[in-house]
């Protein structure tokens, strides 16, 4: 297949490294954000039997793949992330096209899945349990880890790539096999990346891929028992759902979801350097990263002059066909996506806040395409809803404050706590932010995208739920422990 061309392609679903067709018949579109109405490819509208049927091939290759050594599921797991590495350019315009983030951003994407993807599979062999001190009661001990079974992997749309590999990658090399349901906006490459999981050589029933709704499809997935952990990334709303759900099974979850982030600016920052940071974390893909910057909290003095040093920025930015390598941000990633965050915009102006720059595209972009230009907002007050919801677009909320505990007490005034970040020189003001801010990212002068393989990757409070991905605990959720205890007779 030619990703650059417009498909109409009908792609099945991934049982058993077989295409099989739903057993509705029916399909659905996927759409291509930059151009309203248009047909990518046609996928499967699976129903829950087809979410029965993957699990069933998933329990089936269960029984051997737990038992494959781990140097064999890393050889694979490799040879996997190899091939993602290989078709890099093809999986980058697919995504940009089914998500419309830009190739730049989309390449970004898939190199960063490589990279995580090379840190999960090396991983896997230095992940070992405790052995109790010798001698301790008579017995020899040690926590042993188990896989613990068929996993349930949901994704978002908004990483399709990367956060399909941070979970299945761990779950697999870990032992476990996968019934992975990608968002409706963006099934083409998931379905993509199970070609490449047949191509690496991993035993039929070992990774299943089912597209469909998550309202049927994804609770089906959550409500078979067979299923022992659910690793989901999402919304809140969709999370507490699951949650809910899970209860009848005592599934473990892992959820990651969403987020306030903000961004602090102190009056000794490098102004430069924070307003850099505010465009990258807050327009990339659109402003649509879970860990986006959509607050930033500005301390007095500097407050004038980083918002006319932002809204410069942003007028500059060139809004438009995300496979135009000289623009700079593309569509949001659909319809559903546009009117959400306009009517966050109407409310804003509404509630009182000063749109500065930005909103809906007008003329032909607008008619063309679900393309929001970079938006800000000042004089955002506490109260108002685009200080409180996240709005998941290319929206930022300037707020002035007088201090640092100000800063800190209106940051952790959110139901979320996923990212944050601070510009400062002041070390003291650092240590004391690292120490008071509520959230599983924190930031000293780096934007609050950024993250690393080998740390957690997760939310407090509303943000999250169950171990984090990433470093130790992305491997942790995947297994259960057996405390081993031995007497020799001897
Ligand atoms: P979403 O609406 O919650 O959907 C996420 C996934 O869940 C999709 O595959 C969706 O399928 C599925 N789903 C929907 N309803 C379900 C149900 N009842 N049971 C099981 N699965 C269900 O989120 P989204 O709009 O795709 O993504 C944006 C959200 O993700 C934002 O809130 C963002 O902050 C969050 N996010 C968090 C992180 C993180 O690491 N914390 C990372 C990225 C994104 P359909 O597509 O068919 O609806
Ligand atoms: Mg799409």
Request: charged residues 20%; hydrophobic residues 40%.
């Amino acid at each position: 297949m030619n990703p650059k061309e417009t498909l109409t392609e009908v792609y099945g679903n991934y049982v058993g490294n077989q295409r099989k067709t739903a057993s509705s018949q029916a399909t659905f579109d996927d759409e291509d954000p930059a151009r309203k109405g248009s047909v990518l490819a046609s996928f499967q509208a699976s129903s829950p039997r087809d979410i029965t049927d993957a699990v069933d091939a998933a329990a089936e290759a269960f029984l051997h793949w737990r038992r494959t050594p781990v140097d064999e599921r890393q050889h694979l797991g490799s040879r996997f992330v190899q091939l993602v590495r290989q078709r890099q350019e093809d999986l980058a315009v697919i995504v940009s096209r089914e998500n419309g983030k830009t190739l730049r951003e989309a390449r970004a994407e898939v190199q960063s899945a490589v990279t995580e993807g090379t840190y999960h599979v090396y991983q896997a062999s230095r992940f070992v349990g405790h052995t109790l001190p010798a001698g301790t009661q008579g017995c020899t001990g040690w926590v042993q880890y188990h896989p613990v079974g068929v996993v349930g992997v949901i994704s978002p749309w908004n990483f399709p790539v990367n956060v399909m590999c941070r979970k299945t990658l761990p779950a697999l090399m870990t032992g476990n096999t996968v019934v992975f349901k990608p968002a409706t906006f963006t099934p083409w490459s998931a379905i993509f990346m199970a070609q490449l999981f047949e191509e690496a050589g991993f035993p039929a029933g070992v990774f299943n891929c089912i597209t469909g709704l998550g309202s049927s499809v994804g609770n089906a997935l959550v409500d078979d028992p067979r299923v022992r952990a659910i690793s989901f990334t999402g919304s809140t709303d969709v999370g507490k759902k699951i949650q809910e759900r899970v209860a009848r099974n005592l599934t473990r979850t892992q959820l990651e979801l969403g987020g306030k982030n903000a961004l602090v600016v102190m009056h000794d920052a490098d102004l430069n350097a924070a307003v850099d940071a505010a465009m990258t974390a807050g327009f990339a893909c659109a402003g649509q990263w879970c860990t986006s910057t959509s607050r930033i909290l500005l301390q007095k003095q500097i407050h004038d002059r980083f918002l006319d040093m932002l809204a410069a920025r942003c007028e500059r930015m060139i809004v438009g066909d995300p496979l135009d390598e000289n623009i700079t941000m593309g569509p949001v990633a659909g319809p559903d996506q546009y009117e959400s965050i306009c009517t966050a915009i109407h409310r804003a102006k509404a509630e009182g806040a000063r749109l500065v720059t930005g909103g809906a595209a007008t003329g032909e972009l607008g008619e063309r395409g679900y393309f929001i230009r970079p938006t800000v907002f000042a004089d955002v007050s506490p109260e108002m809803s685009i200080f409180r919801e996240e709005i998941f677009g290319p929206v930022l909320a300037i707020s002035p404050v007088d201090s640092l505990d100000q800063a800190l007490r209106l940051a952790n005034e959110s139901r979320y706590a996923l990212s944050s970040a601070i510009f400062t020189r002041d070390i003291d003001a650092a240590h004391k932010y690292i120490g008071e801010i509520d959230a599983g990212l924190a930031h000293v002068n780096i934007h609050t995208g950024f993250k690393l393989p080998a740390l957690p990757f997760g939310g407090w409070k509303e943000s999250g739920f169950g171990l984090p991905e990433n470093g130790q605990t992305g491997l942790e959720f995947f297994v259960d422990r057996k405390a081993v205890y031995i007497k020799s007779s001897a």
